[in-house]
């Protein structure tokens, strides 16, 4: 799937503004941490997503404490 389609199909809009602790098309990330804390972890449910707040990268859980990196907001 294109990078375009995936942020339709995630409700976030890659160019789109919006406010403070809202959600865009009802979609909202709470796990919103450095990169490293999330790299670091455990316990987490298969497809929970978090937001790297230094490298505004998205990355989405296996559910066996392995995260892939799947969107870089930025590149």
Same mark, same amino acid.
């Given at each position: 799937m294109p990078i375009s389609g995936l942020s339709t199909g995630l409700g976030i809009g890659l160019t789109r503004s919006v406010? /403070? $602790?809202a959600a865009a098309?009802?979609?909202n990330?709470?796990?919103q941490l450095t990169q490293a804390a999330i790299l670091l972890r455990a316990g987490d449910d /298969? $497809?929970?997503i978090a937001f790297a707040t230094d490298t505004?990268?998205?990355l989405v859980c296996d559910g066996n404490d392995n995260w892939a990196i799947?969107?870089?907001v930025y590149s």
């Open positions: 406010p /403070a $602790g098309g009802g979609f990330i709470d796990i /298969a $497809g929970t505004f990268n998205y799947t969107l870089d």
